[in-house]
Every structure is written in C-alpha cells, then in structure tokens.
C-alpha cells in the first residue's frame, strides 16, 4: 500500500510539469533524437572530409611525380583530377561547416529544453 501511495504521489508530481512542458512545444524526446542524429551525421561528415582531404594529397603527390618523371600529359590528367578532387574537398568543407551549425543548435535546443523542464 506504501508503494503505491509514493508512486501516486510522484505521478502527481510529474504529471503536471510534463503537461506544461507539451503545452509549452517542449518534447525532449524529439530534442535528443534531432541531436542525436546530427551528431552522426557530423561524424560521417568529417570522415568524407577526412577522405577528401586524402584524396586531394594523394593525387597532387602523383601530380607532381609524373612532373619529375617527365611525364607532362599523364600530369595534366593528374592537374585535372586534383583540381576536381580540390573542389569536391571545398564543398565537404561547407557541408561539414553546416553540419556542425546544426548539431550545435540541436543541442543548444536541448539543453535549453532541459533546464525548462526543470526549472518550470
């Protein structure tokens, strides 16, 4: 009868600021999921960058050794894919700097949420 007196009692407790909270827009279920989610994506994110940058590396490094062997059409071939291999590393940088704006906001967001609930 005791456990069930404090299990009521908490009800009653929380019930009330978990209603404010839904009436006020706060669900932090769906806070930590969205933080959840962009913090995967920023890790998959910094991986292609880390990819691209690599790319990049190792195409000016065959770039610049078909130079010294004297190679000057295979190099332009190699100039040619750097330069789009640069590009593509440009664009992951933006994608990345994007990425890491949202899951900052998500998390913000969350955390923002929290201290509501638990200061209403």
Avoid at 40 to 57: E, T
């Amino acid at each position: 009868m005791k456990r069930l007196l404090v299990v009521a009692a908490t009800l009653a407790l929380a019930t009330p600021s978990a209603f404010a909270a839904r009436a006020r827009g706060i669900d932090l279920d769906s806070d930590r999921a969205r933080a959840d989610d962009a913090a995967v994506i920023l890790n998959a994110d910094q991986r292609y960058l880390a990819f691209q940058q690599h790319r990049v590396d190792s195409l000016n490094a065959s770039w610049q050794l078909e130079i010294a062997k004297g190679h000057p059409q295979e190099a332009g071939m190699l100039a040619v894919e750097h330069w789009k291999a640069f590009q593509d590393e440009r664009r992951a940088q933006a994608v990345l700097d994007n990425a890491r704006h949202e899951f900052v906001s998500a998390r913000e967001r969350l955390i923002v949420d929290e201290y509501e609930l638990q200061h209403a």
